[in-house]
């Protein structure tokens, strides 16, 4: 019997939600009954559009398509086409009334020839995102001051971005008239940093991050401005904090007066650095500031086995995101520590010291609950395959870069990891996985939509079994082979699978030019859904051949 005429439209949906865009398509050839019902608008609204496809049919086109009606994002960052090319593809943002969110990072304001049709169209969007966008001062004032005119663009992401260049004025309507403003990375003057202290009150939720040697130097985005004098302004007026600095030179005094004055509506805070001695700050002082915050980063405190404990029996839901670096738990009872990270969405543990029996407790009871985890630098060969098997089983992103797996539990992870469908990207860098059965690698990395290899010492055999599966039905889309010695697989088979990735970094990888040139002829000539390749600058390309490839693909030279 049919489902279709059993199960209520709704649940049907409910279930189809789950499916990737490829399963949708693969419904969707069934019957004419099921392609109505795998393309209806709202099972499309998050689908990602390739850049590929803009490029190839323009904006409004792709959004008239009917499953794509909902579709509110569009993502032209790193993108490789002309002027012209740009003048199209901004002239159909200009006038579509759909899209909410773009994201045009690293673009180059040299290479346009129309900054009135560009402002005209990032005016039109409510999220924009233009991360380290190459820009003078007068084409940047330009451009944000048409978006803050037209009042419709309420989030901006400029990280990476030199803003010393635009007025004070234009920098404090920024800050006044934006939702969320995102500035890590970026570089200010002067006057521009003095906003965050001498500003009463900021109405946007501003990320912003400070970086630097000695907590008393100056700011690195700012050199006239020392640190020590805005930390606590900065824990008062802003969302989201990063500080990476030497803190040895804090009292305990100082420290318990920060912490005071922490604002409540804090979201994201990340303090690293060395010399971060918190012991004779009161536990409850620390854990009612931290586990207040929904994003929280340590990295280098130094804080007792009774600090740790209060900790983790006060952090509450409200932290979602935990990453925790160069920390010692190893005094701390695990049970502590299972009870509060149970409850965390995504975990990052990096450089962190427990015991083997803490260590196999958290992949057994703990970590299987936690979909985003991240174990990196940590020895972790001494555990039982078993307990990691079920964190692999469960996981939706993993990350055991460094981790020093044994043969056996290198097995026993790409089996458990062909077993979860619902595993999207896998990370085991660094880890020496010559020794794992090639078909089984490669049918696990088929299966997964995101991985990263870079240093394994793979073995020819295995990269040529891996490259050859992809040419298979295969849901692998980025691929990391940093550091990969690729010079024994054969020249088609390499092109033909790098063609069907959406991204692939082969940065310090042996290449011959044969399997180079191969490349550039499966891309230039023939079908290719690459939207971006990294590789080192001594590669054996002419510059005249890597001119004529960066126009079919954002090119990343290392």
């Known amino acids: 019997m049919d489902p279709l005429e059993v199960i209520p439209l709704e649940i049907i949906e409910k279930i189809l939600c789950y499916l990737d865009t490829r399963n949708l398509c693969t419904i969707a050839q069934v019957s004419k009954r099921y392609y109505d019902v795998s393309t209806r608008c709202p099972l499309w609204k998050n689908v990602r559009i390739s850049k590929k496809a803009v490029v190839k049919y323009g904006v409004l086109k792709l959004l008239s398509v009917p499953r794509f009606s909902n579709v509110k994002s569009i993502d032209l960052s790193k993108l490789w086409i002309p002027a012209e090319g740009w003048n199209a593809l901004l002239s159909d943002i200009r006038h579509s009334k759909q899209i909410e969110y773009l994201d045009v990072s690293y673009l180059n304001l040299n290479e346009l020839n129309d900054l009135d049709l560009l402002a005209d169209a990032l005016a039109s969007i409510k999220r924009l995102k233009m991360s380290y966008v190459e820009a003078s001062g007068a084409e940047l004032s330009r451009l944000l001051m048409k978006i803050l005119v037209n009042k419709k663009t309420k989030e901006i992401y400029l990280d990476g971005t030199d803003l010393t260049e635009i007025s004070d004025m234009l920098f404090e309507k920024l800050l006044d008239e934006l939702d969320y403003l995102d500035i890590i990375h970026s570089h200010l003057s002067r006057d521009q940093a003095r906003c965050f202290k001498t500003k009463s009150e900021i109405r946007a939720k501003v990320a912003f991050r400070c970086e630097g040697g000695d907590i008393h130097d100056s ?30 030179e804090i009292s305990t005094d100082i420290w318990c007066n920060l912490f005071s004055c922490m604002s409540e509506k804090l979201e994201s805070l990340l303090i690293a650095g060395m010399g971060i001695n918190l012991v004779n700050v009161p536990g409850n002082l620390i854990s009612s500031c931290f586990c207040r915050i929904k994003d929280l980063s ?100 993993l990350c055991l870069s460094s981790s020093y797996l044994s043969p056996v539990q290198q097995e026993a992870t790409f089996r458990a990891a062909l077993q979860n469908q619902a595993l999207k990207s896998l990370d085991l860098s660094d880890v020496v996985l010559s020794g794992v059965p090639q078909d089984l690698l490669a049918n696990a990395v088929a299966g997964i939509k995101s991985v990263n290899l870079s240093s394994s010492k793979l073995q020819s055999k295995q990269l040529i079994a891996l490259y050859s599966r992809m040419l298979g039905n295969s849901k692998l889309r980025e691929l990391e082979l940093r550091f990969q010695n690729n010079s024994g697989v054969p020249p088609k088979i390499l092109a033909l699978a790098i063609s069907r990735l959406r991204k692939v970094n082969l940065n310090c990888s042996i290449l011959s030019r044969d399997q180079l040139i191969e490349i550039c002829s499966q891309i230039q000539d023939n079908y290719s859904a690459l939207e971006m390749i990294s590789m080192s600058r001594n590669n054996l390309l002419f510059p005249g051949e890597l001119k004529t490839l960066s126009s079919y693909v954002y090119i990343d030279l290392d």
């Open 219 to 248: 700011m690195t985005v700012c050199d006239d401005v020392i640190i020590m004098d805005f930390i606590p302004d900065l824990f008062k007026k802003l969302r989201k904090l990063e500080l990476k600095l030497n803190f040895s």
């Open 298 to 397: 340590l990295s280098g405190l130094d804080l007792t086995a009774e600090q740790w404990e209060i900790f983790f029996k006060q952090l509450s839901l409200r932290t979602s995101k935990l990453s925790l670096r160069m920390i010692n738990l190893s005094g701390v009872e695990v049970n502590h520590i299972i009870r509060a990270l149970k409850q965390i969405k995504s975990l990052s543990l990096n450089y962190v010291c427990l015991s083997t029996v803490q260590w196999e407790m958290l992949f057994s009871s703990c970590f299987p609950h936690i979909p985003n985890l991240s174990v990196v630098k940590v020895n972790l060969s001494e555990i039982q395959e078993e307990c990691l098997v079920q964190t692999v089983r469960k996981a939706v992103h």
